[in-house]
């Protein structure tokens, strides 16, 4: 069965795709053959309409509620804006009270060619983008995107940085033992206006 919605210590997480324009050196969904935890996030090719992440959501909440629902499967969200959009305001429609969180690469909007920081900030209440390295060429041999994103990527991920973080809860976040510069991304986080998160590099599970 393929696994749409999976819980992870106090959260739902949604996986909306595998499809991502990223190949991160770091990337731990090739690493564990697709599976997190006891899940395999392995979508085959089937991305699930909003009406199926809403009905698996409802039972799991029905379940085990919980105060957190995050965007962040084996892919990247917004390559899916219309149904990770569609998926979040019926989200804050049933469970007002739950704060939803989108993870996300921060190519949103040079993926879907427009500033979309005005529409997820209708419904999510909190957004961390993998800002990776403060440095433009690091960044590149980190995330090593696809040839179309590779030009403006970097420059892309720090505007929609910018544009986010008036509008909701903006955290971006570097990875654990990568030799990244902590003080220069501190400072790189303060200037675009968001808080910095420490991710913990996963080699195990
Ligand atoms: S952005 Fe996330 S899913 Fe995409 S390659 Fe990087 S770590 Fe993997």
Known sequence: MKQIVYRFKDALYI???????????FCIKTKFAMRFDKYDLNLCGQEPTSEEVISVLQKEMAQEPV??????GYGEPTMRLKTLLETAEKIKQL????KLR???IGLGSLVNGRDISGELAKNIDEISISLNSPDAQEWQKIVRPKAEYAAQGYQAML???RACAPKMNTIVSIVDKQ???VEKTKKLAQEL???LRIREFIDEM
Request: hydrophobic residues 35%; proline residues 6%.
């Open 15 to 25: 996986n909306l795709t595998n499809r991502c324009p990223n190949s991160c050196v």
């Open 67 to 72: 105060k957190e629902i995050v965007f962040c």
């Open 95 to 98: 469970y007002p009270q739950v």
């Open 102 to 104: 989108l993870n996300t």
């Open 159 to 161: 505007a929609f940085v």
């Open 179 to 181: 030799n990244i510069d």
């Open 193 to 195: 206006g968001a808080k």
